[in-house]
């Protein structure tokens, strides 16, 4: 692979990349979470192998379902409890398991800016552009895209790292994001010289 010019300044965030969200038949299965693995990996190793900082942003809720947001909360006490910590659906996709000096942030709610240290962190690294893969694009993606927004980051989103329930739902959320200034582009294009 030729070398890229990508700023040094700049952090990659895997937002809910867990098994209850990624895996077939789990209860919060993304339809198209599994087919991004490869794209992220890609983009991991290229972080990784130039020391730039990794975030794995993952959803937690605690078993009695206090912390569920209201329109999850019946579904997860009735039948389908999922990301609860010490199950293996609470994991990181085997794929991409972080290493030990990755920045592993946990949330409660779509954002990975809402209620955690995430943007202090990338403050005190004097990051300024986020690179953001992950599931899904309308809730999760979507919602900390348009928090690093409203924060002044440069956001870059890998749009074949990301992943939505139908690939129309997929594409109309890309172009939102296009819209509000996000770059859009695919793991081999990101990487690639310019």
């Known amino acids: 692979m030729m070398e890229t010019s990508i700023p040094s300044r700049t952090a990659l965030l895997i937002i809910d990349m867990q098994n209850d969200f990624v895996l077939p038949g789990a209860p919060v299965c993304v339809a198209g979470a599994r087919g991004t693995i490869a794209s992220i990996k890609k983009v991991l190793t290229y972080f990784r192998a130039r020391h730039f900082p990794v975030f794995h942003v993952t959803r937690e809720y605690r078993a009695d379902g206090s912390d569920v947001e209201k329109m999850r909360q019946a579904a997860f006490l009735d039948k389908h409890p999922c ?112």
């Open 83 to 194: 990301v609860v910590p010490g199950t293996s659906g609470c994991a990181i996709v085997a794929e991409l398991t972080p290493l030990p000096d990755e920045y592993r942030i946990i949330k409660n709610r779509f954002s990975a800016f809402m209620c955690t240290e995430l943007n202090l962190i990338l403050r005190r690294f004097g990051i300024n552009h986020l690179v953001v893969t992950g599931t899904q694009l309308p809730n999760c993606v979507r919602a900390t895209v348009f928090d690093a927004v409203c924060l002044d980051y440069e956001i870059t989103l890998i749009t074949d790292g990301t992943s939505a329930q139908t690939p129309e739902i997929a594409a109309a959320n890309i172009l939102d994001m296009a819209n509000i200034g996000v770059h859009c582009t695919t793991a081999d294009d990101f990487l690639s010289p310019d």
